[in-house]
């Protein structure tokens, strides 16, 4: 009996600081402040597509695996964020724009980490194969510094970034899709071709 209380003793005890550990080391990344980062370069970042094979394996580099033309980002920091993605995605498909595209979802957080796999299993299930080389999950320390460039309050709007052929920072919207804000990409990209 008395090592059955002392194995729930350990139990809780171990839980309880798991829980604190994570909480203090970011497991609930406090809001970063919105800005506008138009003409900074986007920081390197790699990040991994829904289609690769394992963890480490197929890694993105954003911006440089796309140097040379104009890529569009559409950042997420949180689940809800993904109702307006999907505006943004029909809207630029059904423009036509053709435009190197990628959804980014950006989970803050050491919990987040150390629930990519469990998250990333999630989105597949969720997510058309055909599509999942067009979404590229960071986590942790990626997700914060892609956060510090575009900031998170509002975190169910998007955050859409059109970067130019060197990673500049051309255009960029974090107030949710309408159809003018739309025509005003369309004609950012053009500036760029």
């Known amino acids: 009996m008395i090592s059955v ?17 994570l909480f203090s080391f970011g497991g609930c990344s406090s809001p970063v402040p919105n800005r506008n980062p138009i003409g900074e370069v986007f920081p390197t970042i790699e990040a991994t597509p829904l289609d690769a094979e394992g963890e480490g394996s197929g890694e993105v580099r954003i ?10 980002l559409l950042v997420g920091y949180v689940q809800d964020a ?27 957080g050491m919990a987040a980490s150390l629930a990519s796999g469990f998250i990333d299993s999630g989105m597949r299930k969720g ?10 999950t960071t986590y942790g320390k990626t997700a914060d510094t892609i956060a510090k460039v575009t900031g998170t309050e509002r975190p169910r709007n998007a955050r ?34």
Not at 63 to 72: R, W
Request: no cysteine.
């Open 5 to 21: 209380m002392r194995k729930l003793l350990f139990t809780v005890l171990f839980v309880g600081f798991l829980s604190a550990a």
């Open 63 to 72: 911006p440089g695996d796309f140097a040379g033309a104009p890529l569009l």
């Open 82 to 108: 993904q109702f307006d993605i999907d505006r943004w995605l029909f809207g630029v498909l059904d423009a036509e724009l053709g435009v190197a595209l990628r959804e980014v979802p950006a989970a803050r």
């Open 127 to 136: 997510i058309p194969q055909t599509e999942w080389g067009a979404v590229v």
């Open 160 to 193: 859409v970034l059109l970067l130019d052929g060197e990673g500049v920072i051309r255009w960029f919207h974090d107030a949710g899709f309408s159809a003018a804000t739309l025509i005003a990409l369309r004609s950012a990209l053009a500036e760029l071709r």
